[in-house]
């Protein structure tokens, strides 16, 4: 396929992955913005190319800028730049692709769903991308470039990206943050997080074949009141925990009293 | 190894999985016992032996019982039989192993760490395994038959144990419930659960090398602001998932304010 020039505005998470693969795709990243000096110059080392922490210095010597920001920063960056009829791209689950309509008449939405740590290698190639554009010829670009670093490309709609984002934060954040109160909880006992390590990969690889609620198990499915009871004793010094045990646990009962 | 005899007490999730794993592993199941006929033929069908749905008639013939139960029935049933000197195990996280001291002189647990559903298949070999027993005999009899089964194998206490099953909980059953929850919402949209399987995976992936509350991401995190009172809002017609959002929002915030 055609190689582009890259702008990457930000330079957090998706940055990171998303310009590292198109440039072993064998595109070009011209530039990296971010209003911060260390993550501008971490990843354009890392890019071997040039960056810059002002708006107004952002290169006009780009085909293709990819708007890499959290989304309550998104405006206000890009209403500093001037891009001309260049196409522009945000990354964003929820913003819905209009909010781009403003700074040029060419722009589109590459979302990947997929949660990156800037130290974490990924496979891109299995993350699921969503796309969406202004035009037909725009959504032409963004498809065959998601081919080109995804083997899997869907074009979504903001309102159903939007909802897609919803879940994902509960599949995903939400998951994660029961792991960390299982870790909070195994640390205040002197016991090894490690040891959930197992348990924590076949619940996620359960649900790769599986529905979750047929996958589920525990004491709140079987309302084991025995279980649960001695469970909320015991969490009594930590009532946070307390809390979120009792009131998932009811969650989990009630929800599977729900016809299927 | 020696080669022993086994009655299991129970033909649920944990019965089917480790009464399978011992006959792999050259134990003969002489017998299965289990309240419904249906559960009792259904396991005994599988390990080509007996079964009864009375508990006076528990086989003599066993060398260990194994009481695969849910913990409310643990008690009940096992008064029911007449274990003489014989090794009694139960497989529970939470109940303590004193429960067993007025059912015979030699008794132990045997919790292996995984979420079991009968249908699906499962590398037994890597489930971690704790054990207890009443005596260093008894306790040399069941880290050998855990090593045989298990390449991971812990000499627990019950006080222990109990605080690892709050915390497994949390990290399987409470992240399972979060999964459950997207997928709810999702079909909601009419966008297939399929879409988060990548995105489950990698997030139990993360955690198999970075601490969780490393491995976070999201809006909730940052406190965007913008996102999560666009997500609260469109959850407004689901509000059991907006309270579950809004509430785990705010503990993930506050978590990633204490200190490290």
Known sequence: MRKYK???IGAGNVATHFSSELKKCGHEIVQVYSRTKEAAKQLADNLQTSFTTSPESITKNADIYIAALKDSAVDQVLTQVEFGDKLLVHCSGSLPMKILSNNTKNYGVFYPLQTFSKNRKIDFKSIPIFVEASSTDNLQVLEELAHHVSKSVTVLDSEKRKSLHIAAVFACNFANHCYAMAAKYLESKELPFEIL??????????VQEMHPKEAQTGPAIRFDENIINTHINELKEMPDLQELYNSISKRIFEHHQEKQ
Chains 1, 2 share one sequence.
Do not use: D, G, V, Y
Not at 197 to 206: G, M, N, V, W
């Open 197 to 206: 390590r197992p348990l924590i990969q076949e619940t996620a690889s359960k």
């Open 6 to 8: 890259f702008c990457f």
